[in-house]
DNA sequence: ACACGTTTTGGGAGCGCTCCCAATTTGATT
DNA sequence: AATCAAATTGGGAGCGCTCCCAAAACGTGT
């Protein structure tokens, strides 16, 4: 059995209204009015109809976690659980709901879009990882639905949350510099990935600050997947580096499995310093050294941030909110480093 | 600008219900007629508000996915993410929408499991890997919430999709008995959960069924993580067994560290055999042989039988459909085996 | 041209809630 | 005891859809 409003009321002896005031904890109601409401949800176990609350409020409570590409390594990667971790439990705190969308290549991206994001379902969308030439932010944009970018996203007015990939790679490279190296090559992710971009960046940052020229013939895309950073790898075998930056740790065990078949050891004969300190990063023979970012902050973040556009009901233009978060670099063992030197 | 119902059709020149019969297939609608109205709709980019219909249809198109424990390994193990990949797809093709809910140590469940499960955001849901003591699978069933448990539930009516842990378990330590092994030792997982069981099942059933017995002193309980993997091995050296099941992927990165730390070699010293074939299964050294399961697959089954469940509104108690998937075992290197003979 | 069965169409009611306004009660003040 | 403002309460309307039933249109056979 499932009860309404209506007949709460009638079991506390009150009309809907008072119920409904009393479950939304607006002003106006004696005390022992509230009581004796509260005694009668209690007693039948009421739970307001969630579909009918948005159809009075145009509020659903629901945010959207949409992720644009099935990019091959989402669901490998803990990247994406653990965002999805930290939006969700932000979420339940708020009373919020998250709900999942994949737009996967080869659906009805059209169909699907409507569907989800103008049927009303959600209050506002989380967007993870778009590529900047994805068509998804345009269109979020032009139909005003609140939302926030994972990533950072620089044109226009995008609220996002990243993490701080330019600095975080500099610290890696100038770490790779401090230990004597000068000869370091990257393999970065897709460039038309602004994270990709923006490793690259701090790349190219760290070798001009310390006067080192930037050689092309040292710079390879790869495409943040384990076979990418394989084939990267070879590619890069030739021009003979002495150290390599490579933008995921993914693409790091990829890279390693290339440079045992050649023979070359690592960190003897190449160091090697990755990003993301995903756990196969500490399980792997030689533990990578390796750029950690705070995933699960990042998606609770993007979350507050949301909420924040939700609740501001001024509804008017609020500041654009950009949230970079500090990246860390942990030392092990494949950068033959500052263990061999403490 | 969002549209009704009502208006399109006065753009149409119809009255709401023709239009409400062009959207839902329903007959009787002049062919010429629908054309009018689909022409009106797709004009102004008509899309029906999802909560509207709800209200009306008490259906709202979406279903849960819902984690009871926050399992450590859940998010930095693939399963999961697997999982949700599948489902999140099987959802996308038959125009249902995936919620997530994590059930959260420490958070509110009772709050949660009312607010979600009972509000009427779900028409179903799909539990994963839930403990065989925990109070949400008798809750649901209590309630009358179609629901389907990835994982075996072997008590009542529960429909479930699981993968074949016990044949899986039997054929891995079958293999390993096939290479010489007598003395043979299992890291179990924790207990309360059946796939534990099962695969510690499949151990004894393989052992028995060549008629070597089974030793207490060689079986461990671990609890599916790295850590415990670790631990439980270093609780097995001093019976030292020639070969052992991990019942995890996870947890044999762990057994394998502690075998490091002892000095024994895998697979010379002893030979390893696991379970789950993630990703770094076969990029650590030496590579894992393992069993393989279908994850993506169980997860668009799940949703599957899920909404076999919800279309048949012939409301009375469907059959019970339990549904076990094959499991295969990939030879590598941990077991020093066929490699070698072949 | 009429009657009758069938198909097509329109509109009222209702899903369960919130919001607003008007009616009622309360209580402080004279 | 009467007055008035403020606090409290009740009920109508409406959110946008579906469902049902009755009305209208259509088509066939006489």
Chains 1, 2 share one sequence.
């Not at 659906?107 to 990882?129: F, H």
């Not at 269109?139 to 639905?145: K, S």
């Not at 393999?187 to 701090?202: E, H, V, W, Y």
């Not at 995903?278 to 390796?290: F, N, Q």
């Amino acid at each position: 059995m499932t009860y309404t409003l209506e007949q709460v009321a009638k079991i506390a002896g009150v009309s809907r209204s008072t119920v409904s005031r009393v479950i939304n904890q607006q002003p106006h109601v004696r005390p022992q009015v509230q009581e004796r409401v509260w005694e009668a949800i209690r007693q039948v176990g009421y739970q307001p109809h969630a579909a009918a609350r948005s159809l009075a409020t145009s509020r659903t409570h629901v945010i959207g976690m949409i992720i644009p590409e099935a990019v091959p390594t989402l669901f490998t990667d803990p990247f994406f659980p653990l965002l999805l971790r930290g939006a969700t439990e932000a979420c339940n705190s708020h009373r919020y709901q998250l709900m999942l969308s994949l737009f996967i290549p080869g659906a009805d991206r059209q169909e699907i879009y409507r569907r989800i994001l103008r049927s009303g379902y959600l209050d506002g969308a989380i967007v993870a990882s778009a590529s900047l030439d994805d068509s998804l932010v345009p269109n979020l944009l032009r139909d005003r639905i609140p939302f926030v970018s994972v990533g950072r996203y620089p044109n226009g007015r995008v609220h996002y949350v990243d993490a701080d990939n330019i600095n975080g790679a500099r610290m890696a490279v100038e770490h790779l510099i401090r230990l004597g190296h000068r000869r370091i090559a990257t393999i970065t992710g897709p460039l038309d990935m602004i994270a990709g971009q923006d490793r690259l960046s701090g790349y190219r940052q760290a070798l001009e600050g310390r006067g080192i020229p930037v050689e092309e013939e040292l710079i390879v895309e790869g495409d943040f997947s384990e076979n990418g950073g394989m084939a990267a790898m070879q590619r890069l075998l030739p021009a003979s580096p002495s150290a390599v930056f490579v933008a995921s740790d993914t693409m790091a065990v990829g890279a390693l499995k290339a440079l045992r078949q050649a023979g070359w050891r690592v960190p003897q004969d190449i160091a090697l310093v990755s990003f993301d300190d995903i756990p196969i990063a500490s399980a792997i023979e030689p533990a990578l050294t390796t750029v950690r970012q705070p995933i699960e902050r990042m998606g609770a973040m993007a979350v507050a941030v949301l909420l924040s556009l939700l609740e501001d009901s001024s509804g008017e233009e609020s500041p654009v909110q950009r949230i970079v978060m500090p990246t860390e670099l942990v030392i092990r063992a494949s950068c033959g480093s500052a263990l061999s030197r403490s």
